[in-house]
């Protein structure tokens, strides 16, 4: 995966303004304020609230 940690340090949940934190599997970006999970495609963050969804229905 190609986040690198200045790309992290710097990008922020588009609903609170919150640090998001890359999962395990680098496939999302976890904010845990509003619960949400946003995807990685293509080593890409995908940073539209439309597009998360809540980390309860995540596998």
């Known amino acids: 995966m190609n986040l690198t940690p200045q790309l992290l340090d710097i990008i922020a949940c588009p609903k609170c303004k919150g640090a998001l934190l890359l999962t395990a599997a680098s496939d999302a970006l ?30």
């Open 30 to 59: 976890l904010c845990h304020h509003c619960a949400l999970s946003y995807p990685v495609r293509d080593e890409i963050p995908v940073l539209l609230i439309d597009e998360a969804t809540p980390l309860t229905e995540r596998s």
